[in-house]
């Protein structure tokens, strides 16, 4: 299976604390995406980073890839009750071939 | 934009039952894909669709599912017949026509099989 593995499977801190997850995987990419499922709910897109990218930021997020690790990190700094989510890395390894990983359950404590 | 539509949203349905799940993807995107996503298993290709064409069946579990995608606007996914094993959340997903591989998800169908 191709499928990515995150680490940790559950995360709990509380509010304002960063929160780190990772994202590990088996064979070459394109580019790895991260996604946020609230519960009940489909996935949002949250940010993309090509296979010639390590290290990319969107207002509170900050991910970074390791091509040599196959491993890429995502961190949520000043966190916030509303994080509260499932998290999930997608890679994207020959063009619309997508593997979603296991997942992160994160709980911020307000 | 109404996003991704996908109906029913709960569908209950006994063993041996037809069902068919509906997507609507976003106007303009050209490829569609569905997924399935349960505890055991996490979240599941199963299918996707380039301008309208199967490309990828691999991830169908098996020959009692199938889908069709008979325009750009419209697909289902069908399983006949249900067993209680396929209880899951089903989702469709999309992607705009020569844009990055960001997929647009729908709200999912929750189907149990009694």
């Known amino acids: 299976s191709q499928q990515g593995e995150e680490d940790p499977q559950a995360l709990s801190i509380q509010e304002g604390e960063n929160a780190t997850m990772n994202c590990s995987y088996k064979t070459s990419i394109n580019n790895l995406q991260w996604y946020r499922q609230n519960s009940g709910r489909g996935l949002v897109h949250l940010i993309l980073i090509r296979s010639n990218e390590r290290e990319k930021h969107s207002g509170r997020l900050r991910v970074t890839l390791d091509t040599s690790k196959k491993s890429s990190s995502l961190l949520i700094t000043a966190s916030r009750a509303a994080d509260t989510a499932s998290y999930f890395c997608?890679?994207?390894?020959?063009?619309?071939?997508?593997?979603f990983g296991t997942g992160t359950s994160l709980t911020v404590i307000p | 934009d109404a996003g991704v539509i996908q109906s029913p949203r709960h569908e209950v349905t006994e063993m041996g039952q037809e069902v068919t799940l509906r997507c609507k993807p976003i106007s303009g995107h050209n490829s569609l894909f569905w997924y399935r996503q349960t505890m055991m298993r996490g979240l599941e290709l199963l299918i996707y669709?380039?301008?309208?064409?199967?490309?990828?069946d691999s991830g169908m579990p098996e020959d009692r599912f199938s889908a069709k995608m008979p325009n750009a606007s419209f697909s289902t996914l069908k399983i006949q017949p249900s067993e209680p094993r396929d209880s899951a959340v089903y989702f469709c997903?999309?992607?705009?026509?020569?844009?990055?591989?960001?997929?647009?998800f729908g709200p999912g169908t929750r189907l149990t099989v009694l």
């Open positions: 669709f380039n301008n309208n064409v199967p490309i990828d």
């Open positions: 997608a890679t994207d390894h020959t063009g619309n071939q997508f593997y």
């Open positions: 997903a999309s992607i705009r026509t020569g844009g990055e591989s960001e997929q647009f």
